[in-house]
């Protein structure tokens, strides 16, 4: 196929238009198309609709609407990158020059045109006209390339700076400048120290910023030549940073397993050890040599690795954390207790690392929670078997939490049934009150010791407690335990032994009463026999003189006056006389004897009526000396000094006497005991027994010139079964329970004074209205 | 002691109208005798120290000087005199002290009638005794020594403390010294019994463990004999013929007809009748030893060759004793006149009837036990009670009775 170009023409005559196409279309084997126009404006807008339809321009300078050269101008403005060729009626050299200057491909006079310069002009121009396009698109090329290549130099944030081989500087990029604080044109031409292939690091210190770690690389580049360096300079500072950083906190966390008081180690998914603390080391007992790069198989005691690589096994088939304890005996046969912590840890790639573990040895914690444990039970043992009742309770309500069986058997209720019930619902406070005084005191004390109380068990029966209280906390809440010491029986024993001692005084009384009234009622007897007796004497007498005065003869009488006189001797009438009186006043004062004791045994025998009253001391005082007559009688002269104003006191009658007669009976024994010591038994001692009043209080003085006594028993007088008395003499009880129902049962006070050999005197208080 | 002289009774005791009482009661005795009357232990010892008395009736609880001080006073310095109590005190301690002070003890209040009858009594054992020497030691005489076998007994049996009071009976009525101590405590009323008991057994009821172990054990009521100073063969003999005389002294009174209380009486009496014997042994060892012999050796029976040397026998000094001891008036009298019944003045059987003949026909049976030339029936007496003719009869019906 014929190669076919297109032409656009732009020319004024038609007849030269005619021409060209003429020569053109009639080549044989070039084919040519030719568009005409006759102005320049028409052809300029054909061409800016189909600018590619053509292969060059053919153009005429002078047109109807444009001349001479600038209508090359005008076309070649319009750029449309097409050849042109200008055809022109002109010759002048200027204007031919001046076209190809300006951008035509040839220029064709008109006047010397023929058909193979036309052609050949065109053709040329079309080639050149390609060729110009080509060397223009290179460069452009070119131009593009090393635009791109700058801006990625000067984009990079690493410094790049380009040495001959002799390390000039060729080039340098932003990022170096301002790494190396220099500008372009400092660093330009510089010489520029290199280690080739080398990297390093150094310092760049700045005036007003914060140093900057670079690190710096030259590779040979070819830039003018092969010998170049590239040299890139790299701020690594924060990279830098970063490893120190990592450093340090690897550094921490090697210190800090080390130092973990514990056995850390850790190992891989197939169980070797990678790693340890030297603790681990010496709980196991080896060398990190002997551990690390080993297994468990490789140095664990065979009873112990089966538990251990399957606890490892059940671990890493359900990855998390694991915690045992594991009990053994050691190298020296020791009983060890471990408690092992393990972990699972992943690798980055989140697949399973490989185990973490702890390992503590809890033996002496064991051994702890053991000493505890039995401790525990120690202390539950004391409570459980202790024999007085034990009960805790909460302190707001009373609430029982826990029961020794001393307790339950206290109570007469099963442990089950107490607990949780309150002390109220068991009959422990059997009156608000007491609760309420006991918990006043507790509150002020902070503990209740041995306080008497008394208490009503699930039988109704009213039990006599020694009542201890301290306060505890359990569970952070407030409780209290109470400790019970039953006393019912001792209480019963006791009162028993307070009856025995009035049973003794009584007894000993009933003995001295009844030589009291023995003696009377001696006398009494053999007077009012003698009486008797002498009656019948005087009956016969009587009836003799009866006889004589009935007889008359006076001669009789003197016979019969001489028998009543021989019976008057026989008789001893002089007897009779001298002693009927004395007889009579005897026996009338030995009944009146009888009858005072007799009321006074009454009186002080009454049978106690348990309740104040007031009562008389004096009066009371009198028939306890008469009671007790007997009892002092051989050793002392009793005085007395009442204040006969003394108003009646309340009291309790029966104890009030039995105050008076131990005292009584004391100061007597005393006085004989001093007799006997002395052997003074001619000599009476006295007993001073004195009443008086003072504010609400009447005092009684009972004092006695015995022994007095000594210092080293002064303290203990009071004290129940003491006794200076030999064994089997008296009960011990007589100061003891003057004592108690003085301060007790009366609220009184009782002291003594005492001087050793020469006496004592008790001096008693009681209120005269009861408080 | 002159029969004519007036006997002198002191009376003690710190109340003066009781004194009172006495001396008028007592006023139609004073004739026979001189009643003199002591406030109170100091007086009585002033007037004991300026005349003699035969009798002191004293008080025990007194101020100053007590009774029992009063009676040591007077067992150690006057121990011719007969010492008896009259007290109203009840406290057991003293009383238990006096049971070896005192030869008889009365309560207040008591009759004078019955302080007259036992003064009366004590007076008339005087005549009994005629050796002053032999007088004092019976009144001296705190307790007279039992078996060592029996005694010991008795001390082991009392300090158990589950033995029973018929175990206490049995064994003191085995021993003849207890028995008689405890008749004296029972019948004269130391413990306010007063009842006429001969039986130990229920005398040893009526006093009880408690009195009876504190008797034997703290007062010491009972002795032993001194092993060392008495022959044990002749204690042995005197022990088994006494037991015997007392069954066989008793069945004859069964025999004889006699009521049970003289029963009683009998037996008592026929353990006692040698006590006498006894009372030798003990307090006059070598003295009596030589009497042993010499009767043996002279074949004189032993009461001649004893009131050789004491003017009275073994039954005198015996009846003496348990008379002062308060025992009662036929159980002295067999006892007293066990050899010579005839002597006693009686015409009836009694108690002295059953003693005698068990004694004689003891020995009788038992020659081995004779000491001298053994005791004979006295025929007077026999024949006084018309019994001479009964006599073999009885005889026969004793070894029957013992078959």
């Given at each position: 196929m014929r190669k076919a170009y297109r032409i656009l023409m732009i020319e004024d005559l038609e007849e030269f238009y005619h021409l060209v196409k003429r020569i053109l279309t009639k080549h044989a084997e070039l084919s040519f198309t030719i568009d005409w126009f006759n102005n320049l404006t028409s052809g300029i807008e054909k061409l800016e609709q189909d600018k590619d339809k053509y292969d060059i321009i053919l153009l005429d300078l002078d047109l109807p609407d444009s001349h001479g050269i600038s209508t090359l101008k005008t076309m070649i403005s319009k750029g449309f990158s097409l050849p042109i060729v200008v055809i022109s009626g002109s010759y002048e050299e200027s204007v031919l020059v001046e076209t190809v200057k300006i951008g035509a491909q040839d220029f064709l006079p008109k006047g010397q045109f023929n058909k193979l310069l036309l052609i050949k002009s065109i053709l040329y121009a079309i080639e050149k006209h390609k060729l110009q396009m080509e060397i223009e698109f290179r460069h452009e090329q070119i131009e593009n390339r090393e635009k791109k290549f700058r801006t990625l130099a000067e984009s990079s944030s690493d410094g790049i700076v380009v040495t001959d081989s002799s390390a000039n500087v060729l080039f340098v990029n932003t990022a170096a400048t301002k790494l190396l604080s220099y500008s372009h044109e400092d660093l330009l031409g510089k010489h520029f120290p290199i280690v080739e292939n080398v990297p390093f690091e150094i310092d760049i210190l700045y005036e007003d910023r914060e140093p900057v770690i670079a690190e710096i690389k030259a590779v040979r580049t070819f830039w003018n030549s092969s010998d170049d360096f590239l040299i890139s300079i790299r701020d690594i500072t924060s990279r830098k940073n970063a490893e120190i950083a990592l450093e340090e906190n690897l550094d921490f966390m090697n210190k800090l397993i080390e130092n973990i008081p514990n056995n850390v180690f850790f190992k891989d998914k197939n169980g070797v050890f990678i790693g340890c603390n030297s603790n681990f080391l010496t709980f196991l007992g080896l060398t990190r040599e002997k551990v690390i790069g080993k297994t468990l198989a490789d140095f664990t005691p065979p009873e112990l690795l089966d538990t251990f690589l399957e606890k490892d096994k059940e671990l890493l088939g359900n990855p998390g954390t694991q915690i045992y304890e594991k009990s053994f005996d050691d190298a020296s046969g020791n009983k060890k207790h471990i408690l092992v912590t393990k972990a699972t840890f992943n690798h980055k790639d989140d697949t399973l690392g490989g185990i973490i573990g702890l390992i503590v040895d809890i033996t002496d914690r064991k051994a702890f929670e053991l000493r505890l444990q039995q401790s525990e039970k120690k202390f539950s043992t004391i409570f459980h078997s202790n024999p007085d009742p034990i009960a805790i309770c909460k302190?707001?309500?009373?609430?029982?939490?826990e029961v020794n069986e001393a307790f339950e058997d206290m109570s007469g209720y099963q442990r089950k049934e107490l607990l949780n019930k309150n002390l109220s619902e068991i009959g422990f406070w059997m009156d608000k009150n007491d609760r309420q005084n006991i918990f006043q005191d507790l509150e002020k004390t902070g503990k209740i010791r041995s306080r008497l109380h008394r208490i009503c068990n699930k039988d109704e029966k009213i039990l006599h407690v020694l009542c201890s209280i301290d306060t505890l906390t359990i569970e952070s809440e407030k409780h209290f335990m109470v400790i019970c010491k039953d006393i019912t029986e001792q209480k019963k024993l006791e009162d028993q032994l307070y009856h025995a001692q009035k049973m003794e005084s009584i007894g000993r009384l009933a003995a001295g009463i009844a030589h009291e009234i023995n003696t009377p009622i001696q006398y009494v007897h053999d007077n009012v026999d003698f009486l008797n007796d002498s009656f019948q004497d005087f009956i016969e007498f009587v009836n003799l003189v009866n006889i004589t005065i009935g007889k008359t003869p006076e001669d009789k009488r003197c016979a019969d006056i001489q028998a009543i006189e021989n019976l008057k001797d026989e008789r001893d009438f002089e007897f009779l006389l001298e002693e009927i009186p004395s007889s009579i006043s005897q026996s009338i004062e030995g009944i009146e004897r009888v009858t005072k004791i007799v009321k006074a045994m009454k009186s002080f025998a009454?049978?106690?009526?348990?309740e104040k009253a007031p009562l008389n001391l004096n009066e009371a005082i009198e028939s306890t000396i008469t009671v007790a007559k007997n009892e002092w009688k051989y050793v002392a002269d009793i005085v007395t000094d009442y204040n006969e104003f003394l108003p009646p006191v309340m009291c309790y009658a029966g104890d009030f006497k039995q105050i008076i007669l131990n005292l009584i009976v004391n100061a007597a024994h005393t006085i004989g005991d001093k007799q006997n010591k002395e052997n003074s038994h001619d000599k009476k001692g006295l007993i001073s027994i004195k009443t008086d009043y003072k504010d609400n209080f009447a005092i009684i003085e009972i004092s006695d010139t015995g022994m007095g006594v000594a210092d080293s028993v002064k303290q203990h007088i009071f004290e129940p079964f003491f006794t200076t008395k030999p064994v089997g003499i008296g009960t011990g009880q007589g100061l003891a329970i003057v004592y108690n129902i003085v301060v007790k049962k009366h609220s009184g006070k009782i002291d003594f004074e005492t001087a050793e050999g020469e006496g004592t005197r008790f001096r008693i208080e009681i209120p005269i209205s009861a408080p | 002691m002159n029969e004519n002289e007036k006997l002198r009774i002191l009376f003690v005791d710190d109340e003066r109208k009781i004194l009172d009482g006495i001396r008028r009661k007592l006023h139609s005795m004073h004739r026979e005798w001189d009643m003199v009357f002591a406030i109170g232990g100091y007086e009585a010892k002033k007037m004991m120290m300026e005349t003699k008395f035969d009798v002191i009736v004293t008080d025990m609880?007194?101020?100053?000087?007590s009774g029992q001080d009063l009676l040591n006073i007077v067992r150690e310095k006057y121990p011719e005199m007969i010492r008896l109590v009259l007290s109203g005190y009840s406290d057991q301690e003293i009383i238990m002290q006096t049971t070896k002070t005192a030869h008889q003890y009365l309560s207040k209040p008591c009759n004078v009638d019955d302080i007259k009858a036992a003064i009366q009594r004590s007076l008339s054992l005087r005549k009994l005794l005629k050796e002053p020497r032999l007088t004092r030691l019976a009144t001296q005489l705190k307790t007279i020594p039992s078996l060592p076998v029996i005694y010991n007994e008795i001390m082991t049996k009392l300090q158990n403390p589950d033995v029973s009071l018929k175990e206490i009976g049995a064994i003191i009525s085995q021993d003849i010294g207890m028995s008689a101590k405890i008749l004296q405590i029972v019948n004269s009323s130391f413990f306010g019994v007063a009842k006429h008991i001969e039986s130990v057994e229920r005398a040893v009821t009526l006093l009880g463990l408690d009195i009876i172990r504190s008797l034997v054990l703290s007062v010491h009521l009972f002795e032993k004999f001194k092993e060392s100073k008495v022959s044990i063969p002749i204690l042995n003999r005197v022990w088994n013929h006494s037991m015997d005389v007392a069954n066989n002294a008793k069945k004859l009174g069964e025999i004889l007809g006699l009521d049970s209380k003289l029963l009683d009486y009998a037996y008592m009496a026929g353990m006692m009748h040698d006590i006498g014997k006894l009372i030798f042994i003990a307090e006059v060892p070598e003295t009596y030893q030589n009497i042993l012999k010499q009767s043996a050796e002279e074949n004189v029976p032993l009461r001649i060759k004893e009131a050789e040397t004491f003017q009275a026998s073994h039954a005198e000094l015996g009846a003496y004793v348990l008379g002062i001891w308060g025992l009662q008036q036929p159980v002295i009298e067999a006892i007293a006149y066990h050899h010579v019944p005839s002597a006693s003045h009686t015409d009836t059987i009694t108690p002295l009837t059953a003693v005698h003949l068990a004694n004689t026909f003891d020995y009788e049976f038992n020659p081995s036990r004779r000491e001298g030339s053994p005791s004979t029936l006295d025929e007077e007496y026999i024949e006084r009670l018309d019994l001479l003719k009964k006599i073999d009869k009885i005889k026969k019906k004793l070894l029957k009775s013992t078959k």
């Amino acid at each position: 196929m014929r190669k076919a170009y297109r032409i656009l023409m732009i020319e004024d005559l038609e007849e030269f238009y005619h021409l060209v196409k003429r020569i053109l279309t009639k080549h044989a084997e070039l084919s040519f198309t030719i568009d005409w126009f006759n102005n320049l404006t028409s052809g300029i807008e054909k061409l800016e609709q189909d600018k590619d339809k053509y292969d060059i321009i053919l153009l005429d300078l002078d047109l109807p609407d444009s001349h001479g050269i600038s209508t090359l101008k005008t076309m070649i403005s319009k750029g449309f990158s097409l050849p042109i060729v200008v055809i022109s009626g002109s010759y002048e050299e200027s204007v031919l020059v001046e076209t190809v200057k300006i951008g035509a491909q040839d220029f064709l006079p008109k006047g010397q045109f023929n058909k193979l310069l036309l052609i050949k002009s065109i053709l040329y121009a079309i080639e050149k006209h390609k060729l110009q396009m080509e060397i223009e698109f290179r460069h452009e090329q070119i131009e593009n390339r090393e635009k791109k290549f700058r801006t990625l130099a000067e984009s990079s944030s690493d410094g790049i700076v380009v040495t001959d081989s002799s390390a000039n500087v060729l080039f340098v990029n932003t990022a170096a400048t301002k790494l190396l604080s220099y500008s372009h044109e400092d660093l330009l031409g510089k010489h520029f120290p290199i280690v080739e292939n080398v990297p390093f690091e150094i310092d760049i210190l700045y005036e007003d910023r914060e140093p900057v770690i670079a690190e710096i690389k030259a590779v040979r580049t070819f830039w003018n030549s092969s010998d170049d360096f590239l040299i890139s300079i790299r701020d690594i500072t924060s990279r830098k940073n970063a490893e120190i950083a990592l450093e340090e906190n690897l550094d921490f966390m090697n210190k800090l397993i080390e130092n973990i008081p514990n056995n850390v180690f850790f190992k891989d998914k197939n169980g070797v050890f990678i790693g340890c603390n030297s603790n681990f080391l010496t709980f196991l007992g080896l060398t990190r040599e002997k551990v690390i790069g080993k297994t468990l198989a490789d140095f664990t005691p065979p009873e112990l690795l089966d538990t251990f690589l399957e606890k490892d096994k059940e671990l890493l088939g359900n990855p998390g954390t694991q915690i045992y304890e594991k009990s053994f005996d050691d190298a020296s046969g020791n009983k060890k207790h471990i408690l092992v912590t393990k972990a699972t840890f992943n690798h980055k790639d989140d697949t399973l690392g490989g185990i973490i573990g702890l390992i503590v040895d809890i033996t002496d914690r064991k051994a702890f929670e053991l000493r505890l444990q039995q401790s525990e039970k120690k202390f539950s043992t004391i409570f459980h078997s202790n024999p007085d009742p034990i009960a805790i309770c909460k302190y707001s309500s009373d609430e029982i939490v826990e029961v020794n069986e001393a307790f339950e058997d206290m109570s007469g209720y099963q442990r089950k049934e107490l607990l949780n019930k309150n002390l109220s619902e068991i009959g422990f406070w059997m009156d608000k009150n007491d609760r309420q005084n006991i918990f006043q005191d507790l509150e002020k004390t902070g503990k209740i010791r041995s306080r008497l109380h008394r208490i009503c068990n699930k039988d109704e029966k009213i039990l006599h407690v020694l009542c201890s209280i301290d306060t505890l906390t359990i569970e952070s809440e407030k409780h209290f335990m109470v400790i019970c010491k039953d006393i019912t029986e001792q209480k019963k024993l006791e009162d028993q032994l307070y009856h025995a001692q009035k049973m003794e005084s009584i007894g000993r009384l009933a003995a001295g009463i009844a030589h009291e009234i023995n003696t009377p009622i001696q006398y009494v007897h053999d007077n009012v026999d003698f009486l008797n007796d002498s009656f019948q004497d005087f009956i016969e007498f009587v009836n003799l003189v009866n006889i004589t005065i009935g007889k008359t003869p006076e001669d009789k009488r003197c016979a019969d006056i001489q028998a009543i006189e021989n019976l008057k001797d026989e008789r001893d009438f002089e007897f009779l006389l001298e002693e009927i009186p004395s007889s009579i006043s005897q026996s009338i004062e030995g009944i009146e004897r009888v009858t005072k004791i007799v009321k006074a045994m009454k009186s002080f025998a009454h049978p106690g009526i348990e309740e104040k009253a007031p009562l008389n001391l004096n009066e009371a005082i009198e028939s306890t000396i008469t009671v007790a007559k007997n009892e002092w009688k051989y050793v002392a002269d009793i005085v007395t000094d009442y204040n006969e104003f003394l108003p009646p006191v309340m009291c309790y009658a029966g104890d009030f006497k039995q105050i008076i007669l131990n005292l009584i009976v004391n100061a007597a024994h005393t006085i004989g005991d001093k007799q006997n010591k002395e052997n003074s038994h001619d000599k009476k001692g006295l007993i001073s027994i004195k009443t008086d009043y003072k504010d609400n209080f009447a005092i009684i003085e009972i004092s006695d010139t015995g022994m007095g006594v000594a210092d080293s028993v002064k303290q203990h007088i009071f004290e129940p079964f003491f006794t200076t008395k030999p064994v089997g003499i008296g009960t011990g009880q007589g100061l003891a329970i003057v004592y108690n129902i003085v301060v007790k049962k009366h609220s009184g006070k009782i002291d003594f004074e005492t001087a050793e050999g020469e006496g004592t005197r008790f001096r008693i208080e009681i209120p005269i209205s009861a408080p | 002691m002159n029969e004519n002289e007036k006997l002198r009774i002191l009376f003690v005791d710190d109340e003066r109208k009781i004194l009172d009482g006495i001396r008028r009661k007592l006023h139609s005795m004073h004739r026979e005798w001189d009643m003199v009357f002591a406030i109170g232990g100091y007086e009585a010892k002033k007037m004991m120290m300026e005349t003699k008395f035969d009798v002191i009736v004293t008080d025990m609880r007194m101020p100053g000087t007590s009774g029992q001080d009063l009676l040591n006073i007077v067992r150690e310095k006057y121990p011719e005199m007969i010492r008896l109590v009259l007290s109203g005190y009840s406290d057991q301690e003293i009383i238990m002290q006096t049971t070896k002070t005192a030869h008889q003890y009365l309560s207040k209040p008591c009759n004078v009638d019955d302080i007259k009858a036992a003064i009366q009594r004590s007076l008339s054992l005087r005549k009994l005794l005629k050796e002053p020497r032999l007088t004092r030691l019976a009144t001296q005489l705190k307790t007279i020594p039992s078996l060592p076998v029996i005694y010991n007994e008795i001390m082991t049996k009392l300090q158990n403390p589950d033995v029973s009071l018929k175990e206490i009976g049995a064994i003191i009525s085995q021993d003849i010294g207890m028995s008689a101590k405890i008749l004296q405590i029972v019948n004269s009323s130391f413990f306010g019994v007063a009842k006429h008991i001969e039986s130990v057994e229920r005398a040893v009821t009526l006093l009880g463990l408690d009195i009876i172990r504190s008797l034997v054990l703290s007062v010491h009521l009972f002795e032993k004999f001194k092993e060392s100073k008495v022959s044990i063969p002749i204690l042995n003999r005197v022990w088994n013929h006494s037991m015997d005389v007392a069954n066989n002294a008793k069945k004859l009174g069964e025999i004889l007809g006699l009521d049970s209380k003289l029963l009683d009486y009998a037996y008592m009496a026929g353990m006692m009748h040698d006590i006498g014997k006894l009372i030798f042994i003990a307090e006059v060892p070598e003295t009596y030893q030589n009497i042993l012999k010499q009767s043996a050796e002279e074949n004189v029976p032993l009461r001649i060759k004893e009131a050789e040397t004491f003017q009275a026998s073994h039954a005198e000094l015996g009846a003496y004793v348990l008379g002062i001891w308060g025992l009662q008036q036929p159980v002295i009298e067999a006892i007293a006149y066990h050899h010579v019944p005839s002597a006693s003045h009686t015409d009836t059987i009694t108690p002295l009837t059953a003693v005698h003949l068990a004694n004689t026909f003891d020995y009788e049976f038992n020659p081995s036990r004779r000491e001298g030339s053994p005791s004979t029936l006295d025929e007077e007496y026999i024949e006084r009670l018309d019994l001479l003719k009964k006599i073999d009869k009885i005889k026969k019906k004793l070894l029957k009775s013992t078959k």
